[in-house]
């Protein structure tokens, strides 16, 4: 293993509860943190632990899981959009009969 770098400090995670309704709440300050500010965390690489209120169970991966959903659905349909260009490539190449395909 490697050795820490001299005079940089690894931040600690930071330490959530989700609640029962679903809340995600600052163990530390008691403040709710919303799903955008999250993914906003986790552009930044700050780490963080969810713990489920009633289990006690760690739930950090469901949590990042909400997280990438939001994050996902904010952008344009990119997959919708790549499946329709390869729809209209692999359309194009079949209009193309007898012309070589490039494998053989």
Do not use: H, N, W
């Amino acid at each position: 293993m490697s050795s820490p770098i001299r005079g940089v400090r690894r931040q600690s995670p930071r330490r959530l509860v989700r609640t029962g309704q679903g809340s995600i709440l600052d163990e530390a300050t008691g403040a709710a943190v919303s799903i955008s500010e999250l993914a906003a965390d986790v552009g930044r690489g700050r780490r963080f632990v969810v713990i489920d209120e009633a289990s006690g169970a760690r739930c950090t991966y469901q949590v990042l899981a909400d997280v990438l959903r939001s994050t996902v659905s904010e952008v344009p349909d990119l997959l919708g959009e790549m499946l329709t260009s390869l729809g209209k490539v692999g359309a194009m190449q079949t209009e193309r009969k007898g012309m070589p395909d490039g494998d053989g």
